[in-house]
């Protein structure tokens, strides 16, 4: 298990400063939840992390260790975005091994890990289907299948949930939790649904204009919002 700590994380475009200064520590296993307005840096922040872009100023370490110069595909994480970005000219099954292809791994351990996690997904009948002939919900399992074959150490999710409908978003929020208390991994998961963050959180960080205003978890949070800006964030719990 794996803690990520961020130590005054800054991001410039430019001559414009959009995150500026965040320090936060996330412990192993923990469940963590960005939210915050549009634009306010909930993505930027993720893909810091994740080694996608650059780090303005300060230090992101993962497992006790400073990344900022390690390319994020040594960094042992797993992102899973709102679009699903699976590659369409292939199917579940090669868009699912593709990242152990690349790794090398040998093909009956790939076939072994593809087989194993496409069961925990429930989608071991869709294998041989290509991403075109699934449902958004199926689409979405794949692409988290993708990231969870690789067994990463820490899992990164971008608003996964908001292309779906209503049903199907409760139905995979309620497996994505599932699947933290299976892996025990640590898990950073990006949404602007209330009720997402409510529900699956251990710790919530509300962020605004490139800033955290609180840190809590869901009933600190509820019961002790340090102004009505965070207090507009968090909906009534459980
Ligand atoms: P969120 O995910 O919370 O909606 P983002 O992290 O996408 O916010 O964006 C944070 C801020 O950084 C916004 O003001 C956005 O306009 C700006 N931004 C994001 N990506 C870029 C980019 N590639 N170039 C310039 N500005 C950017
Ligand atoms: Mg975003």
Redesign the pocket.
């Known amino acids: 298990m794996t803690n990520v700590i961020l130590k005054d994380v800054r ?1 410039s ?2 001559p ?1 400063e ?2 500026h200064g965040i320090d936060l520590e996330i412990k192993s296993g923990e469940f963590v939840v960005f939210v ?10 993720l ?1 810091m992390v994740a080694g996608l872009e650059h780090i303005s100023g300060g230090q992101v370490a993962i497992d006790d260790k400073v990344v900022n110069d390690v390319p994020s595909p040594q960094r042992g994480i797993a992102m899973v975005f709102q679009s699903y970005a699976l590659y369409p000219h292939m199917t579940v099954y090669d868009n699912m091994a593709f990242g152990l292809k690349l790794a090398k791994r040998p093909k009956e351990q790939i076939d072994r890990r593809v087989r194993e996690v496409a069961k925990i997904l429930q989608i071991e009948d869709y294998l041989e289907r290509m991403p075109r002939a699934l449902s958004g919900g199926q689409r979405q399992r794949v692409a988290i299948g993708r990231a969870l074959v690789r067994n990463p150490k820490v899992f990164l999710f ?1 608003e996964p949930l908001s292309n779906l409908d209503a049903a199907l978003r409760a139905q995979t929020r309620i497996e994505i939790a599932k699947l933290h208390s299976q892996l025990d991994a640590t898990m950073i998961y ?1 949404t602007h649904d209330q009720v997402e963050a409510m529900t699956l959180a251990d710790k919530i960080v509300v ?1 605004n204009a ?1 800033r955290i205003e609180q840190v809590g978890s869901p009933l600190e949070l509820y019961r002790n919002p340090v102004n009505t800006f965070v207090a507009g964030f968090i909906a009534s719990p459980k």
């Open positions: 991001k475009y430019g414009l959009v995150i915050g307005p549009s634009g306010c840096g909930k993505s930027t922040l893909r971008d990006v962020l490139g």
